[in-house]
């Protein structure tokens, strides 16, 4: 079974911009989390998706950041005209159901502002 | 809000010696998870362990154990016979078993260093 995939897994971006991270679940996953790690820090919540539903944003900045989980396809986080503060690494969980399954991580991307 | 505590920033043992990582929460609810993931210099996140609070023995996985103490909120990871490869980031986190409301709250994450 493949791990939960992330794509790009190293983004640059210079202020101003838009960037977009991809998440695609583990097979049979269709629970999605989204998670930011600043540098020397422990990850934050961000988001939690099911398909086509956004259950959680808890965590999500009310501007310039939102999530997508469509019907088809990966999950997509999104965040327009980037700045510096936004340089992180931005990793995504996925479970199979919700209440008591274990998230499992992909790799990450890490995304820097120029 | 649930918050996690890990007191120690950086940790180091010999290699083949046991350390214990600590891990402190604060909840006023009686039934939750707890996980410690460690995070190599690959940045992958890996689960080690996870623990029902509701089940009172103490999980393990081979060289990794827990001791949970559910009255005093520890949570604190025993790594034993540690090898070069245990070297990482160990974070603790808490999620809570309300439907909807899964997400992980992670503590600042402990510096585990093996020397050889």
């Known amino acids: 079974n493949a791990g939960v995939m992330q794509n790009p897994r190293h983004l640059v971006r210079r202020r101003g911009q838009e960037a977009r991270l991809r998440c695609s679940p583990m097979k049979g996953h269709s629970h999605v989390y989204w998670y930011r790690q600043l540098p020397e820090e422990g990850l934050k919540f961000m988001v939690y998706?099911?398909?086509?539903?956004?259950?959680?944003e808890s965590g999500m900045p009310k501007e310039r950041f939102s999530a997508e989980f469509p019907k088809e396809g990966p999950s997509i986080l999104r965040i327009q005209q980037v700045v510096r503060g936004d340089s992180a690494a931005y990793f995504c969980?996925?479970?199979?159901?919700?209440?008591?399954?274990?998230?499992?991580f992909g790799p990450g991307t890490r995304l820097t502002v120029l | 809000a649930q918050t996690v505590t890990q007191s120690q920033p950086e940790m180091s043992v010999q290699e083949a010696e046991t350390v214990t990582l600590s891990c402190t929460y604060d909840t006023s609810e009686s039934d939750y998870y707890l996980f410690w993931y460690k995070q190599p210099p690959s940045r992958q996140m890996i689960l080690v362990i996870r623990?029902?609070?509701?089940?009172?023995q103490n999980a393990t996985e081979n060289r990794f154990s827990v001791n949970f103490q559910k009255a005093a909120k520890s949570f604190s990871l025993k790594i034993s016979d540690s090898q070069l490869g245990d070297a990482a980031m160990y974070f603790c986190a808490y999620r809570r078993v309300i439907q909807g409301a899964q997400k992980l709250v992670f503590g600042q994450g402990t510096r585990l260093t093996i020397n050889p």
């Open positions: 623990q029902e609070a509701y089940k009172q």
């Open positions: 998706l099911q398909k086509e539903n956004i259950i959680d």
């Open positions: 969980a996925s479970s199979q159901t919700g209440s008591t399954d274990t998230q499992y």
